[in-house]
């Protein structure tokens, strides 16, 4: 599983998972608590089956290396 999550996208899932999380428990929904966890989650292991699967990677760090950089 190869993170395609990256910082800013991952504190924004996290924040927004913990906001639809209480919404779930004040309006007593199980369709916002399930969005939250599942928000929770995907941030918290920086990882997005939805991501995997349209190519889509928001990780800086998981792009594609420069070949002409040298890191030796």
Do not use: H
């Not at 990256?6 to 996290?14: A, E, Q, V």
């Amino acid at each position: 599983m190869k993170k395609n999550v990256g910082k800013i996208d991952r504190t924004i899932r996290l924040v927004l998972g913990v906001i639809l999380l209480a919404l779930g428990f004040f309006y007593q929904s199980w369709l916002l608590g399930i969005l939250g966890l599942l928000a929770i989650i995907t941030g918290a292991i920086s990882f997005c089956g939805l991501y995997a699967l349209l190519g889509i990677s928001t990780n800086k760090e998981s792009g594609p290396k420069d070949p002409t950089s040298s890191n030796n």
